[in-house]
């Protein structure tokens, strides 16, 4: 069975613990990062609980990301039909597109989403994380009857992103790397060799101010974790504690012209396409500051509960 856990903060240390009955079970285990958690197999760590220090779970501000800085975030762009259109990419995108963020924007759970004051059209993005546990050099053969061998578990990621810095400057990482961009947790699950198939049976929803924007199924993936990861062993090496995130499916509050209108404005100088564009972009719903994100996944059969982040948003203020 799998097994869900939470890294957080008491009395000034970190600990992990296994959620058991809405309760949380120390585990007497020195791994402070989740590379070093993920050396152990599920059985070793039912075998580290510490049953008689079973307490209530932590308080939110307590719970930390169950991923560890540093590593590394691959991530996948427009790899829902629906978001691919949305995005202004054909409907049937043929090819598997990367890009990376910086760990440096891993946040916790809950709290606030701070933007940098510069930034216009703040936008929300909800994925399942693929949490890797082994270190490859080289290109890997993954199959489905191996792909546990890669993929220890699962927990939610926001890919929130600054839209003016990417679609302007074209620069997918800086966009997407500022300092909590990239909130990850509350629960980490591990699974079992035969829970690989959950990868395709999880609800994915976020809401924003109780409003509905993006709700999907993991089924709806274009490109699969095993075509991913074998394309991705192509251009670099695992590490254990890295993360892939999947795509974020239809909702985003971003709205790019086709390919066909982009061609018919492509006579338009930069400055007046850039201006039409933030035209465009002025009746969307991105995001404000004090709104409250939400955002959660769950599996069809109820069996795997990833938790539920909870973010505010604020914009810094102006460097003095």
């Known amino acids: 069975m799998s097994m869900s856990l939470l890294r957080?903060?008491?009395?000034?240390?970190?600990?992990?613990?296994?959620?058991?009955?809405?309760?949380?079970?120390?585990?007497?285990?020195?791994a402070l990062s989740t590379a070093q958690l993920l050396r152990h197999d599920l059985d070793s760590l039912r075998r580290l609980r510490l049953p008689e220090q079973t307490r209530d779970l932590p308080a939110p501000s307590q719970q930390l990301s169950p991923i560890s800085a540093p590593c590394k975030i691959l991530c996948q762009g427009a790899n829902y039909r629906q978001h691919a259109q949305e995005s202004g990419l054909t409907q049937d995108q043929p090819f598997n597109l990367f890009f990376t963020k910086s760990s440096a924007a891993i946040h916790t759970p809950s709290g606030y989403?701070?933007?940098?004051?510069f930034v216009r059209l703040l936008d929300y993005e909800i994925e399942l994380a693929l949490v890797l546990k082994k270190d490859t050099s080289g290109t890997q053969d993954i199959r489905p009857e191996n792909l546990h061998e890669y993929v220890g578990g699962i927990c939610i990621a926001n890919d929130?992103?600054?839209?003016?810095?990417?679609?302007?400057?074209?620069?997918?990482?800086?966009?997407?790397s500022y300092r909590t961009f990239c909130p990850l947790g509350p629960v980490l699950c591990l699974l079992e060799p035969q829970e690989m198939a959950y990868l395709s049976r999880l609800q994915l929803t976020l809401s924003v101010n109780g409003q509905i924007r993006q709700e999907a199924h993991t089924s709806g993936l274009i490109h699969d974790p095993v075509a991913t990861l074998s394309e991705f062993s192509q251009i670099c090496d695992f590490s254990a504690g890295d993360v892939l995130l999947t795509g974020t499916p239809a909702g985003c509050a971003l709205r790019v012209p086709s390919e066909t209108i982009q061609r018919c404005v492509s006579w338009?100088?930069?400055?007046?396409?850039?201006?039409?564009?933030?035209?465009?972009?002025?009746h969307r719903p991105y995001l404000r500051a004090g709104d409250q994100i939400s955002s959660c996944i769950v599996s069809d059969d109820g069996e795997i509960h990833l938790g539920?982040?909870?973010?505010?948003?604020?914009?810094?203020?102006?460097a003095q």
């Open 8 to 30: 957080y903060t008491q009395d000034g240390q970190i600990l992990w613990g296994i959620i058991e009955n809405q309760r949380i079970v120390p585990l007497q285990l020195e």
């Open 113 to 117: 989403i701070q933007a940098p004051p």
């Open 160 to 176: 929130v992103s600054a839209r003016d810095i990417q679609i302007r400057q074209g620069q997918f990482h800086k966009a997407k």
């Open 268 to 282: 338009l100088s930069a400055a007046r396409r850039w201006q039409l564009f933030m035209a465009l972009q002025s």
């Open 308 to 318: 539920t982040q909870q973010h505010e948003v604020v914009f810094l203020p102006e």
